[in-house]
């Protein structure tokens, strides 16, 4: 198979460039493995722990301890459960919000691209206008007006946040049309799918990948920041930013209760954003490296 149609070159250079990344940079590795770890406990925590609205009003506000390690809330219940449970439910959200925004703003940047003239100018106009607003007042509005559920909050910051996926995507797409292997796949008579499959896709996906990465640590705070003020996850749900949001009241007699879910959320947020520039080093490859 020719190197103009061959996508698997694209795989191989990311992952030298990522393994080179990672080597140079031990923040992006420490990144990373805080990620994973996370990841880890959403996935298999759960299983391991208790149910997360059980508890005792004889416990209540119990300091951290041997049976409790990180405390109890108000009603009993064990805080290091309800984290846990809430690491899955927390970052479900996130990756689900994240995955939504890519999708269309890879979708809408694409066509631009592509098409170019009025349809280029049409959507992003719609782009632009998007992003004249900031992004979280645009998600409060329309979680108020759809009612305090996650599902909402879903809807609200997949709605406000693709438009930046979208001219990233764009951009990409119109520089690598330019490209010299472009024509080339042309002229071998590469169909326009194949040719968007091939060569768009895999040169485009380096940058879209990085954004996504970065994006989740905003999408984290986001969520957080709406479940804290009620728009999103209701009791009994242990989100962590209604974790936040429930121990408010109790700073000063229990400050367990904000500082768990609130370090985690710094915790994984940082993760995400050490992750996300390891990335940006090992994915800033010149498109016509992986064409060669």
């Not at 070159?9 to 994973?36: K, Q």
């Not at 909402?152 to 764009?170: D, I, P, Q």
């Not at 367990?256 to 520039?277: E, K, Q, R």
Request: charged share 15%; glycine share 10%.
């Amino acid at each position: 198979m020719s190197t103009i149609d061959d996508p698997s070159r694209v795989e191989a250079v990311g992952r030298s460039n990522l393994r080179r990344a990672l080597r140079r940079n031990p923040a992006s590795l420490a990144g990373g493995i805080v990620v994973a770890l996370v990841v880890l406990v959403a996935i298999v925590g759960p299983a391991l722990v208790g149910d997360p609205n059980a508890g005792a009003l004889s416990n209540r506000l119990q300091p951290p301890s041997t049976a409790h390690p990180l405390g109890t809330d108000p009603l009993g219940r064990d805080v290091l459960t309800r984290l846990v449970h809430g690491a899955r439910i927390t970052l479900a959200v996130a990756v689900a919000i994240t995955l939504v925004r890519l999708v269309i703003g890879f979708v809408v940047g694409l066509v631009a691209g592509l098409c170019g003239g009025l349809v280029d100018e049409a959507l992003m106009r719609v782009v632009d206008f998007l992003l004249a607003f900031p992004g979280i007042v645009l998600a409060l509005v329309i979680a108020g007006i759809l009612g305090p559920s996650l599902r909402n909050v879903l809807l609200a910051l997949a709605v406000v946040g693709w438009a930046s996926y979208a001219r990233v995507v764009r951009s990409s797409v119109l520089s690598v049309r330019e490209e010299p292997f472009v024509d080339a796949a042309k002229l071998a008579g590469i169909s326009r799918v194949r040719l968007i499959r091939t060569h768009f896709v895999p040169n485009v996906a380096g940058p879209v990948v990085v954004l996504a990465t970065l994006d989740l640590g905003g999408v984290v705070l986001a969520a957080a920041g709406l479940s804290f003020l009620g728009l999103g996850a209701q009791p009994p749900t242990p989100e962590w930013g209604a974790m936040v949001a429930d121990g408010a009241d109790y700073l000063r007699s229990a400050p367990w209760l904000v500082n768990a879910p609130g370090i985690a959320i710094a915790v994984i947020v940082v993760g995400f954003n050490l992750l996300g520039d390891g990335l940006r080093d090992a994915l800033d490859t010149d498109p016509t490296e992986v064409n060669r």
